[in-house]
């Protein structure tokens, strides 16, 4: 107590010097990463070899500098008593929430303009009447998808339980329920991993479409629908983005999970716990609407 | 303006009620509510599902309606919206609503 009131009063002396240059090399090194995507794999290289130096640079930089002891710097009208790095981290969410808006709207919209049936639904709306896309549960597993939905949710709430933890100072507890956090996440991204393998080589949907030669042995002769080549990539795109969210929320809670076993976290310095919760929250609320768009509708 | 903000926020939450559970059995019991009705889960035989009586549109939106239902107790609950200020709240809820405007016109029109 008495070691992090001294960190506490010496950070309160240096006000200000708080920056770091590694988020801002984190982010031109993913827009390096994703320009590669679009001209060619080498430049895709030289981003991720950018951001793993990038985020070493930070990790390394948080050891001796200690951020977040001072909870970051309050913000004065319209946001006032809001803290600065809180208040990045929405305008942050902001700008995810047109991202995937993008994405899930252009799939959405596609669905909605085709007759394919939902399982289930009124059975004068034939799934094999002018079908131009895959009916719920007919390509996709969505009993197993169900299960990574409740894993996600849980996963939700034991990080807010750790935050509520963290203000109340129960080291043990915010242990817990960060490792427990932790391990969802994981989960979550296993079970995906998997889903992804099973799609990619048993039902052979491919985010690029497939022969029509590989997609005949893998369903006893078939020809492929006209509809597979965009089903697969409106799905890999969608799920693909929100699993790369999932996992790089799955390495900040590691970072978290880490710095709580040693005892980083305490009543006072806890922000970086809400933060990542706001983040996690935020893959959580996007993974609802995945869920209805991919799987159900 | 320069002070620590730990004391004005933690305060703050510290006054509400947490009712992180019950939130979290919400959004599992509406998860399981819509694989009940809504997946080839033969739970309940078809011609008893309600689902059985709706059209494509009506599913639709009874399904993205309890997304955004799920959503809303996420931001409101486990994101503290609830507990912020509505100049927090437009961050994320004006290009929620404006993109989801503009796609919501491609999908209709």
Known sequence: ?297 | MTETATPAATRRKDAHARPYLQVMVLLAGITGLEILFFTPFPLIPHEFQAISFLLKWQIIVVLMGFAVVKATFVAAYYMHLKYESWWIRYIPLLPLIGVAAIFATFAVV
């Open chain 1, 1 to 297: 107590m008495t070691e992090s009131a001294a960190i506490l009063s010496k950070g309160e002396a240096h006000e200000g010097h708080h920056t770091s240059i590694w988020p801002f090399l984190i982010g031109i090194s993913a827009a390096i990463a994703f320009g590669g995507l679009a001209t060619h794999l080498a430049v895709t290289a030289v981003g991720v070899g950018l951001f793993i130096f990038a985020v070493g640079g930070w990790l390394v930089q948080d050891r001796t500098v200690k951020f977040g002891v001072v909870d970051g710097l309050i913000e004065d009208f319209p946001f006032r008593g809001v803290s600065m790095r809180k208040l990045g981290i929405w305008i942050f969410l902001a700008t995810e929430v047109i991202f995937f808006m993008g994405i899930m709207g252009m799939s959405f919209a596609l669905r909605v303009r085709t007759e394919a049936g939902l399982v289930g639904a009124n059975p004068l709306w034939n799934p094999d009447l002018g079908v131009t896309w895959a009916a719920p549960g007919k390509v996709l597993n969505v009993p197993l998808t169900a299960v990574n939905t409740f894993i996600l949710i849980a996963s939700s709430f034991t990080m807010v339980e750790a935050l509520h933890a963290a203000q109340q100072g129960n080291q043990a507890r915010i242990r817990l329920f960060l490792l427990a956090t932790l391990l969802l996440g994981i989960s979550f991204v296993s079970i995906q991993a998997y889903e992804y393998q099973k799609l990619f080589l048993h039902e052979g949907l491919r985010p690029w479409g497939l022969d029509p030669g590989t997609f005949a042995a893998l369903h006893g002769g078939e020809a492929v629908p006209n509809w597979w080549r965009t089903y697969g990539t409106t799905f890999y795109v969608q799920t693909g983005f929100h699993g790369a969210h999932v996992s790089g929320g799955v390495l900040g809670l590691a970072f978290l999970t880490a710095k709580a076993f040693k005892g980083g976290y305490s009543q006072k310095n806890h922000e970086a716990i809400e933060l990542v919760g706001l983040y996690w929250h935020f893959v959580d609320i996007v993974w609802i609407f995945l869920f209805t768009v991919v799987y159900l509708v």
